[in-house]
C-alpha cells in the first residue's frame, strides 16, 4: 500500500483510455494529484493510490482522453457571436439574410452599428453575395457591416461605406480589393486588407464586452472538450485584456495568443512582451499571406472555376521576409495564413530564408500544397495548421470553386503525415459553427461535404491520426508538448470524457457521442 503522501487527489477507474503515447496497453484508470496526472494503469493498480480524500469517478466504460487542443480559433470572435453580434451563418438566401438584418435592426438604439457574420452565398439560390442595395433594402438609417464566413469579405450598406468615407474615388489598398460596378461606383464589398477602410471605423468593443466575450468563447470550447486553443491573431488592445484576464485568474481554459504584427488601419505594429503562464502564452507572432478559398481570394496558381481570378497576397514578400525574420531574431514563432499554393510558395521561401531556430514556424491552413511543397515544409520542420471540418462545412464552395487540377489536394492532410509534417487540426471557428473536434476528426476521415460529396477521398486519415493531431499536435503547435496533448504521468491533467466507447465508433456515428466532463489542471470545469 502507498505511503499516505502518494495518495491522489482524484482516481478515474473502469474506463477507455487513448493516451496519446505510441504504445498501447489497455488501460481503464488514471489518477491525478494537484494539477498533473500521477499515474495511468488499470483499475487494480491505481486505487492503490487512493487515500481518505480521494475522489474515485467511475467512467462506467466512456472513453477518457487528453483534452482536446484547437490550433486555430478566433476566441474573441466565437464569444462576440455569443454575446452580441448577429449571427448570419444559416441564412439560407438573400431574403432571409435581409430579414434577419431588419430584425436585430430593431433591436438597437438609434445610430449604432450593425454588425453580423457568417453569410456564404454559395448556400444562396440567388448565386451572389449581398451588396451594398441589397442592405440599403432593409435597412438604411445606420452603417450595415456584414462578414462573410470566411472572414476576408464584408457586404456594406451605403451608411457604412459613407461613414468610412469610401467612394468612387477611394484607391485600392494595396493587398485587398474594392469591388465596384460597371460605372466605377464601390458595389459595397470589400475584401482581404480593404475591409479596414470600413472595420477600422466601426466603435470597437469595451473591455468588459471583450472580458465578456473571451470568457463566452472559452467555455463554450470546454463543453466540446476543448481545454487548450489558441486565439489566431489579435491587436495590441487584445493582448492586453488577455494579459489583464491572466493577471486576475479569470481565465477558465489554456491559451495561446498570437500577436498580429499588421493591424488594418494602424499598420506594423512593434513585437508587444512575451507572456507565459500556465493559462496563457504570447510568444506567436501572426501573417496573412492571402485569402480564403470559400470567397476566391487564396492566391493559387491557376483560374477560379467560377471567376476570372487567381485571388490575391496581401504582403509584398520583401516586407514579410523584414518583419518575419525580426521576430524570429527575437524568438518568436511565426504562423503565417496561407492557403493557395501561390501564397504557400511566398511564405516557405520566406521561412527557408530565416532558417530553423529555437521555435518551429507554422503554416496556417495549408489549403492546397504540392509534394514538392510538402518536402519543403518537412525539411523545415514548419507545423501545418488545416482545417478538415472545412471538407464538411464548405465543400460546395469548393466544388464549385476550384479548378479540377487542384481539388484533389484539398487540405491533403494524409500528403502532409506521409511527407513528414506535423499536423494541428483545428476549426478557425467560428468560420464554422461546428467547432467539435469530433465532427473534425470525422471530417477527416471520411472527406465528405454536407451534400454527400466526397472531396479529395485519397487524403482521408484514421481516427487514431485524427486524435494525434487534435491533442498531441496542438500541444506541438503551441510549443506545449511537454505539458499537454498525451495522459503520461507528470502531464498536466487536462482531461475529457466521452460518452461511450470512442474507439469502438464508427466513423460516421463519431459526432453521437457527446462531451460529458472537461477537466483543466484536475479540476472539473465543466459536466454535462
Known amino acids: ?102 430584425e436585430k435592426s430593431a433591436a438597437l438604439p438609434s445610430g449604432a452599428w450593425l454588425y453580423g457574420r457568417g453569410y456564404n452565398e454559395a448556400r444562396f439560390p440567388e448565386g451572389r453575395a449581398p451588396a451594398r442595395h441589397d442592405l440599403d433594402a432593409v435597412v438604411s438609417d445606420r452603417p450595415v457591416v456584414l462578414m462573410r464566413t470566411c472572414a476576408h469579405i464584408i457586404a456594406c450598406n451605403s451608411r457604412a461605406l459613407e461613414a468610412a468615407g469610401v467612394t468612387r474615388d477611394t484607391p485600392t489598398p494595396q493587398g485587398g480589393e474594392i469591388e465596384r460596378d ?176 529555437p521555435m518551429r514556424h507554422r503554416i496556417e491552413h495549408f489549403g492546397l500544397p504540392g509534394a514538392n511543397q510538402l518536402a519543403r515544409a518537412a525539411r523545415l520542420g514548419v507545423i501545418a495548421v488545416p482545417q478538415t471540418i472545412f471538407v464538411q462545412a464548405l465543400g460546395r464552395n469548393f466544388r464549385q470553386y476550384l479548378p479540377d487540377a487542384l481539388l484533389p489536394r484539398t487540405y491533403p492532410v494524409r500528403a502532409m503525415l506521409d511527407a513528414g509534417v506535423t499536423v494541428a487540426l483545428s476549426s478557425d471557428a467560428p468560420v464554422v459553427e461546428n467547432d467539435s473536434p469530433l465532427a473534425g476528426m470525422q471530417a477527416a476521415i471520411l472527406r465528405r461535404d454536407d451534400e454527400g460529396h466526397d472531396i479529395a477521398p485519397a487524403e482521408a486519415i484514421t481516427l487514431d491520426e485524427a486524435m494525434a493531431a487534435y491533442t498531441r499536435g496542438g500541444a506541438i503547435a503551441s510549443g506545449d508538448e511537454a505539458s499537454r496533448g498525451s495522459l503520461r504521468e507528470g502531464m498536466l491533467a487536462d482531461l475529457v470524457v466521452l460518452a461511450g466507447n470512442l474507439l469502438a465508433t464508427p466513423p460516421e456515428a463519431l459526432t453521437s457521442l457527446q462531451v460529458s466532463e472537461t477537466w483543466v489542471g484536475g479540476q472539473r470545469v465543466f459536466a454535462r
Open 182 to 357: 460597371a460605372g466605377g461606383e464601390p458595389t459595397g464589398v470589400l475584401s482581404e486588407r480593404a475591409m479596414g477602410l470600413v472595420l477600422q471605423r466601426m466603435p470597437p468593443p469595451t473591455a468588459g464586452e471583450y472580458d465578456a466575450m473571451i470568457t463566452a468563447a472559452l467555455r463554450h470550447q470546454l463543453s466540446q472538450g476543448i481545454t487548450s486553443t489558441n486565439d489566431a491573431g489579435v491587436g495590441p488592445e487584445l493582448l492586453d485584456t488577455y494579459r489583464r484576464l491572466d493577471d486576475q485568474s479569470q481565465l477558465p481554459a489554456r491559451v495561446n495568443v498570437m500577436a498580429l504584427r499588421i493591424v488594418d488601419g494602424m499598420g506594423v505594429v512593434p513585437l508587444p512582451a512575451k507572456h507565459a503562464t500556465d493559462r496563457l502564452r504570447i510568444d506567436t507572432v501572426k501573417f496573412f499571406a492571402d485569402g480564403g478559398l470559400s470567397g476566391a481570394t487564396a492566391a493559387l496558381s491557376l483560374p477560379y472555376r467560377h471567376a476570372d481570378t487567381r485571388g490575391v497576397l496581401r504582403m509584398d514578400e520583401q516586407e514579410f521576409l523584414a518583419l518575419a525574420r525580426e521576430a524570429h531574431d527575437a524568438g518568436w514563432r511565426v504562423a503565417t495564413h496561407a492557403i493557395g499554393d501561390v501564397a504557400i510558395d511566398q511564405v516557405l521561401r520566406v521561412y527557408e530564408a530565416l532558417g530553423r531556430g
Open 1 to 102: 500500500m502507498p505511503h499516505r503522501s502518494s495518495a491522489s487527489d482524484t482516481i478515474f477507474v473502469n474506463g477507455v483510455l487513448w493516451t496519446g503515447a505510441h504504445e498501447r496497453h489497455g488501460h481503464t484508470a488514471l489518477a491525478v494529484r494537484g494539477d498533473r496526472i500521477a499515474a495511468v494503469g488499470s483499475d487494480d493498480d491505481l486505487l492503490n493510490l487512493r487515500g481518505p480524500g480521494t475522489r474515485v469517478v467511475d467512467l462506467a466504460g466512456q472513453t477518457l482522453l487528453p483534452g482536446f487542443v484547437d490550433a486555430h480559433a478566433h476566441i474573441w470572435k466565437i464569444g462576440h457571436l455569443l454575446t452580441t453580434l448577429l449571427d448570419v451563418r444559416s441564412a439560407e438566401s438573400l431574403v432571409d439574410l435581409g430579414a434577419r438584418v431588419r
